[in-house]
């Protein structure tokens, strides 16, 4: 989104800079091979301020997203280093279980290890 609001602005003055140099005062001129009046010129002119305005909304909003999305990935980064230090501080208070591993297995076990989801062809409960 940046981009494209950087490309609206950069074609916006671009528009208005070819049509202040290229144009005749009092009547129009050329404007990218095109002969243009006045009035077209003053069009040109209000459709580059206006898509100089919406590039500046769209790279506005998309600085902020990013922003925030980066803000969200070190929140979670820093969520996931406390919760590796919570785990190894589990793990050295209880060194005798030796697995991470919280699943039970045996003759009590309700795993049966066949799961049946809609990948597996099943069912989904209502």
């Given amino acids: 989104m940046v981009i494209l609001g950087m490309l609206l602005i950069m074609v916006g003055v ?3 800079l070819a049509a202040l140099f290229v144009s005749e005062p009092g009547t129009g001129g050329e404007l990218l091979g095109f002969d243009v009046t006045t009035f ?3 069009l ?4 580059a ?4 305005l919406w590039g500046v909304s769209i790279l506005k909003w998309g600085t902020k997203r ?3 999305h980066r803000k969200e990935r070190k929140e979670l980064k820093k969520l996931s280093t406390r919760l590796d230090q919570v785990e190894s501080e589990r793990h050295d208070q209880h060194p005798a ?5 919280t699943r039970t297995e045996g003759p ?3 795993d049966t290890g066949r799961h049946d989801g809609p990948a597996a062809g099943g ?3 209502s």
């Fill in 40 to 42: 077209e010129s003053f």
């Fill in 97 to 101: 279980t030796g697995s991470t591993d």
């Fill in 44 to 47: 040109v002119g209000v459709a």
């Fill in 66 to 68: 990013g922003l925030a």
């Fill in 123 to 125: 069912t989904r409960p």
């Fill in 14 to 16: 671009i528009a208005i």
């Fill in 108 to 110: 009590g076990s309700t």
């Fill in 49 to 52: 301020g206006a898509a100089i």
